[in-house]
């Protein structure tokens, strides 16, 4: 078992900057790869950003290329979601995620998943 919090989320204007936090506990954390899905209202929940388990391999959806930024410290168990240059469609709750690997970007391939971090974005 592997359980999942996330933080950092807020409120933001648009082109304004947040940076994600996701803290796991239990299963060693350098067994999974980890990944950022968000859920817009009304909206599916959708792939962002995915990490090798070692952090040499990742992985982004095209709207969060050249923004977004996702990396892990597997010392901290922690990963992390850097995301710049924000605009209002980017707004939704943003979970953390753990998968057997980072082959795989679908909701159905992760194992675990945080509660999730609201970030509403502002125009």
């Known amino acids: 078992q592997v359980q999942l919090a996330e933080s950092g989320g807020g409120v933001v204007q648009a082109a304004d900057s947040l940076r994600l936090s996701c803290v796991a506990s239990?299963?060693?954390?350098?067994?999974?790869?980890m990944a950022w899905f968000r859920q817009a209202p009304g909206k599916k929940r959708e792939f962002v950003a995915v990490?090798?388990?070692?952090?040499?391999?990742?992985y982004y959806h095209d709207s969060a290329k050249g923004r977004f930024t996702i990396s892990r410290a597997n010392a901290k168990n922690s990963v992390y979601l850097q995301m710049n240059s924000l605009q209002p469609e980017d707004t939704g709750v943003y979970y953390c995620?753990?998968?057997?690997?980072?082959?795989?970007?679908?909701?159905?391939?992760?194992?675990?998943w945080g509660k999730g971090t609201l970030v509403t974005v502002t125009s």
């Open positions: 239990g299963n060693t954390f350098s067994d999974y790869a």
């Open positions: 990490i090798s388990r070692w952090g040499t391999v990742t």
């Open positions: 995620a753990a998968a057997p690997t980072y082959a795989c970007l679908t909701v159905r391939c992760m194992d675990y």
